[in-house]
């Protein structure tokens, strides 16, 4: 009968190779690593580091403060409406909002051109034979329409009121 063939493999030491991969990773990553240096010292340079160590130095104290200050009632309506004002945002065809984002700039400059002086009655009257204003006042109206109706019917559908 066949005898069986002894077959042993060396040990390993995992520390032996760690210590010849740790060797040669400077010339394989000569400059992945000088990148990071340069990182390194740009945050140092700007103070980051310094900020870091605080931070780690306090403890949960810079974390509680923070979120201390996320749970105050302001804060929640703050976030709150900054949703609002991002799904209003996206509602918004780009092409009016680029006719306003357009306009407030010219309007801004067209009043301070005019002067510190108020129009008189007669240069009001005569404004509203302008085709532009009679528009502007339309959509102006109309978006005060839109939130009156809004904002009246919120106020009496809420309870206590």
Same mark, same amino acid.
Not at 16 to 40: D, M, W
Not at 82 to 90: D, E, R, V, W
Not at 133 to 147: D, I, T, Y
């Given at each position: ?28 990553? !000569?400059?992945?690593?000088? !990148? ?12 980051? *580091?310094?900020? *870091? ?28 409406? *900054? ?17 306003? !984002? ?60």
């Amino acid at each position: 009968m066949a005898k069986p063939i002894p077959f042993e493999l060396p040990r390993r030491d995992p520390r032996e190779e760690l210590g010849s991969r740790l060797q040669s990773a400077p010339l394989e990553h !000569a400059e992945a690593l000088l !990148a990071g240096y340069e990182v390194l010292q740009g945050l140092h340079d700007e103070g980051v *580091l310094e900020l *870091l160590r605080g931070v780690l130095g306090s403890g949960g104290k810079v974390l509680e403060t923070a979120t201390e200050a996320a749970r105050a009632p302001e804060s929640v309506r703050a976030i709150r409406n *900054l949703l609002i004002l991002g799904k209003t945002l996206g509602e918004i065809d780009p092409d009016l909002f680029d006719g306003f !984002a357009l306009a407030l700039p010219e309007a801004m400059r067209q009043a301070k051109a005019e002067g510190k002086e108020p129009p008189g009655f007669m240069a009001i009257l005569n404004k509203f034979r302008s085709k532009d204003l009679r528009r502007g006042l339309v959509a102006v109206n109309s978006l005060l329409e839109a939130w009156g109706r809004h904002f009246f019917s919120e106020a009496q559908s809420q309870p206590g009121k």
